[in-house]
């Protein structure tokens, strides 16, 4: 579960090396994005048909893609600096961004 919610700025340390590592950023929109577009695929196909049990299949298959997908999932070492480096990018980022919604 904790390779699911790894990113730069949090990795996951390995139980066996005592290594930071996480998965892309890619990767992990990537996978969301196949889950989402099998379900809205299936919805339409269920509309269209009128066979409303197709978004049962499509959810079904979301989750099967979902669990296998972050199963392959290729982790990416990272060092203690460069996640410190990108915790600061992330809160230079969000604060950049409160300042733009402020105005």
């Known amino acids: 579960m904790a ?3 790894s990113s730069r700025a949090r990795p996951v340390e390995c139980s066996h090396c005592g290594k930071l590592s996480h998965v892309l950023a890619s990767t992990s929109s990537g996978i969301t994005m196949a ?3 099998i379900v ?15 978004v ?3 959810l079904c298959l979301a989750v099967a893609n979902n669990i296998r997908a972050w199963k392959r999932a290729r982790m990416v ?3 203690k600096e460069g996640s410190a ?3 600061k990018e992330g809160w ?3 604060g950049v961004l409160v300042l ?4």
Do not use: D, Q, Y
């Open 56 to 58: 049962l299949v499509g």
């Open 85 to 87: 480096g990108a915790r």
């Open 3 to 5: 390779k699911r919610w």
């Open 77 to 79: 070492p990272i060092s």
């Open 40 to 54: 809205t695929v299936s919805a339409i196909a269920a509309g269209v048909w009128h066979m409303a049990p197709l």
């Open 100 to 103: 733009l919604g402020l105005s």
């Open 92 to 94: 230079f980022v969000s």
């Open 35 to 37: 889950g989402l577009l």
